[in-house]
């Protein structure tokens, strides 16, 4: 200990010497009566003070913008957190619906998850992470609990592609529940429509169109979308159908692949497929 203390004063005597000066001097200025004396100390007093409050004022700004650096990090922080947690509840509300859709019907179902989109407004195309492992066939349908979402187009070993409504390359027999009237459904690149209706034919805006039991691709009824509207063609003697579909096909992430084909003839094609890889 003694040899520290002594290596301190031995590099630090001249600063100690001073600042005990200094005390020493502040002292004697507080004890010194002298009206001159009295004035120098006010004014070195004031002035310390002076010194003191900017400088307490310079560190209170430095320790405020840290404050407010460390407190837009922590509401960033919360930001993402409430985003992931908005995200975790719509997922799970999906999940909830997709799980008691599959509860409600005795189809056997395939579980799958959208995992990339083409960005074409005339070639939609959806990839999902279910394939020949998991026995998808090329046509067969996509769903969800909504409704009819596309047809598997192409099956890897893990993964699969699928036409969804807004490809131009699929054409889909579809059928006015009410009326019973059957039509093509297709995509024009801006809108769902059905083609080729007579205008005599019994069509109201707000039926429900569903896939049609004459299909030689979709096995079984699905929900499409809904009438929004019936418009005159060119030609005077038959209209068009314009359709919103039940599906939100920019928003689906999760759906299930219907795991049956329409007849022998497309098993048989299908067959033929995978012995060709």
Do not use: C, H
């Not at 509401?75 to 997922?91: H, P, T, W, Y």
């Not at 509860?103 to 407004?121: H, K, N, Y």
């Amino acid at each position: 200990m003694f040899r520290f203390l002594s290596k301190v004063w031995t590099n630090f005597r001249e600063y100690i010497a001073l600042v005990l000066l200094i005390l020493l001097s502040l002292i004697i200025l507080s004890q010194n009566k002298n009206p001159n004396v009295q004035k120098i100390r006010a004014i070195a007093f004031g002035s310390f003070a002076t010194i003191t409050s900017v400088i307490s004022d310079i560190f209170s700004v430095t320790n405020l913008q840290r404050e407010n650096e460390e407190l837009r990090e922590t509401n960033a922080k919360l930001m993402l957190q409430v985003s992931r947690l908005r995200e975790f509840g719509i997922v799970n509300k999906e999940l909830k619906d997709l799980l008691a859709f599959k509860d409600t019907t005795g189809f056997p179902l395939i579980p799958a998850s959208i995992v990339s989109r083409s960005l074409s407004m005339t070639q939609n195309t959806i990839t999902l992470n279910a394939g020949k492992k998991d026995s998808v066939l090329p046509g067969m349908p996509v769903i969800n609990d909504k409704g009819f979402i596309g047809i598997v187009n192409s099956v890897a070993e893990d993964f699969s592609i699928a036409r969804t409504l807004k490809n131009v390359d699929l054409r889909l027999t579809v059928m006015d529940e009410r009326s019973r009237i059957n039509g093509i459904l297709k995509w024009t690149g801006e809108e769902l429509i059905i083609i080729n209706i007579p205008n005599t034919f019994d069509v109201e805006t707000g039926d429900r169109i569903i896939t049609s039991d004459v299909s030689s691709i979709v096995p079984i009824p699905i929900p499409v979308g809904i009438v929004e509207d019936f418009r005159q063609g060119e030609t005077g003697v038959f209209s068009y159908i314009r359709v919103k579909p039940f599906a939100d096909l920019t928003s689906v992430e999760n759906v299930f692949i219907l795991a049956k084909v329409k007849s022998k003839q497309i098993d048989n094609l299908e067959l033929n497929f995978y012995r060709r890889q």
